[in-house]
């Protein structure tokens, strides 16, 4: 692709984002910023600037550009702010959220993804963001607590309650759910000062979460899981 065309498609994507519900115009300069080719492997680069998910390898995709903004959209950033990334993947998600953050901890279970996303993000020479490699599912307890948690895997049954445990109060977390095979929900779950307040924003299609720590869900409702937080602090 030349630039003139990338400059182009980029700016045909920007335009269907806005027609579908990213209103917020620091998501979508961030979104501007970030040139989602640097991201996409050769085979599939011709297609970096379609709203479509695209594979990056070991069996993980890099999200459309519409579930990126809208889930960036849901965390209602600001610059003052300290982000939990649970799945750097490509490493895009993480830079579109450098450019609206203070700091970004990002985790990937894979290590040649994780080794692959941090060149990318030198060479957008950004610095505000810490990486490593791990079980996600557990969260980053020593930087903890965070004003906001974004999970870019479906996690199973329920909402991980580590990650819940190391929200602030009034943080959100914007994680897709798998209530069934067949059925994902992307939620935004903010914590209260009694217990969290949940939204559902639509379904989602997502990699699954995988934990090397945690037993498998029980089959329960995220709705029960979610409760053992509701419990009024003393």
Known sequence: MSVDDIVARRARLLANLAENGVTDDKVLTAVARVPRELFIPPTFREHSYENTALPIGHGQTISQPQVVAQMTQALQLNDRMKVLEIGTGSGYQTAVLAYLCRRVYTIERHKPLLAEAELRLATLRLHNYTARHGDG???????????????????????????????TVGGIMVVPVARSPIDQRLLTVTRTIDGVEVEDLGPVRFVPLVSETLEPSSPQSVAKALSRLSQPRR
């Open 137 to 167: 599912t557990m969260g980053w307890p020593e930087q903890a607590p965070f004003d906001r948690i974004i999970v870019t895997a479906a996690a199973d049954t329920e909402v991980p309650l580590p990650l819940l445990n190391q929200l």
